[in-house]
């Protein structure tokens, strides 16, 4: 079985990339007199973007797989990683994020 984030997930961070690209732009356009301010909202701005491109990465190109013997996933960015069902510890329910928690 392969698994993967559900649509409305997926538009969380496409979403806050436009909201940052858009007060970045405010930013520019709108100019104080004081130069120091737009270059600390630019900064705060192409973190919070350059944030959004990696979870958006990690939501787009996470693949999650299940079969009898393991559970393999991959990452946007690092190798993938496999464990075997023998070695969860615990299931919790994770209540606000409507999914299962596994402790290996």
Known sequence: ???RYR????????????LAIA??????IE???EPVSVVIN?????AV??????LSAEIFFKVIRLNKQRIEYTQAWGKPRSYRWQDVEAVNFVGWWQGFELVF
């Open 23 to 28: 007060v970045l732009a405010l930013a520019l």
């Open 31 to 33: 100019t104080p007199a």
């Open 42 to 46: 630019s900064l705060i701005c192409v």
């Open 7 to 18: 649509g409305i997930i997926k538009m969380v961070p496409v979403c806050a990339i436009w």
């Open 1 to 3: 079985m392969q698994m």
């Open 49 to 54: 973007v350059a944030l959004a491109f990696r």
